[in-house]
């Protein structure tokens, strides 16, 4: 498997990877809380870490819902936190117009679910010469990956982590197999865990989605024990009032409690 280079270290190697931030970099203070908080865990725990914030939700449930802060404050966002703590950043694009100034501003480049399909996203992302992770859709077929990951390669960049977030079940719901790490990860690249996503139910409290956050701690376990190169999670300090994706994000506590059990795992097997 090749490992992907980011900052000072390599995700697919002999050191867990936590990706993890607020959903939206819904402001400065709430960027650099969750950033102070998730530096020192990962410094205690021995692991590495990625800052996340998108600085634009586009796949909301309703019109109305709230987007982010947009491109120029979300990356003045990014910048700050990547500056004050020395870590790597990662966020979402969905146009490809916008990869190349998010690509001067951020480590890697993150590809929403719904949008792994999208030829041109995936082919400006690569262009962009900085890792990719994309994100299975939620309609996808572990194995038909192997697309989105070519799609990427065609503009002469192999840096691809590939994402499990769970797979719709019926309505308003997303089931996760575990199968889908093994597929995914025999395609040579680094794959990651969606704990927090993959117990989203989309759409499910009518104009925004729901969640069951108690699941995160065992599937993020099961995961762990299958076999990843990272693990992606949603850390808000007050995940109730969060503006995106609340029910199924960590708050501080949980945070540690589950990140620690995850690390434990990938450390024995």
Sequence with gaps: MESIKVGNF????????????????????????????????????????????????????????????????????????????NVPVITDVHESCDVPEVAQHVDMLQIPAFLCRQTDLLHAAGKSG??????????????????????????????????????SFGYHNLVVDMRSLVTMRNFGVPV??????????PGGNGTSSGGRREFVAPLACAAAAVGIDALFCEVHPNPDKALSDGPNSLDFALAEKIISKVKSIYDLI
Aim: glycine share 8%; with cysteine.
């Design 130 to 167: 900085l890792p990719v992770n994309i994100k299975k859709g939620q309609f996808m077929a572990p194995e038909d990956m192997a697309g989105a990951i070519e799609k990427v390669r065609l503009a002469n960049n192999n840096q691809v982590l590939l994402t499990e977030r769970g797979t």
């Design 10 to 85: 390599a995700i697919g190697e002999e050191r867990l990877t936590i990706i993890a931030g607020p959903c939206m970099a819904e402001s400065r203070d709430v960027c650099l809380s969750v950033a102070e908080f998730l530096v020192n865990l990962c410094r205690k725990l021995d692991v590495n870490y990625v800052f996340k914030a998108s600085y634009d939700k586009a796949n909301r449930t309703s019109g109305t819902s709230r987007r982010g802060p947009g491109l120029h404050d979300g990356l003045a966002y990014l910048d700050e936190v990547k500056a004050t703590f």
């Design 192 to 201: 990651v865990f969606d704990a927090t996503h993959s117990v989203q139910l």
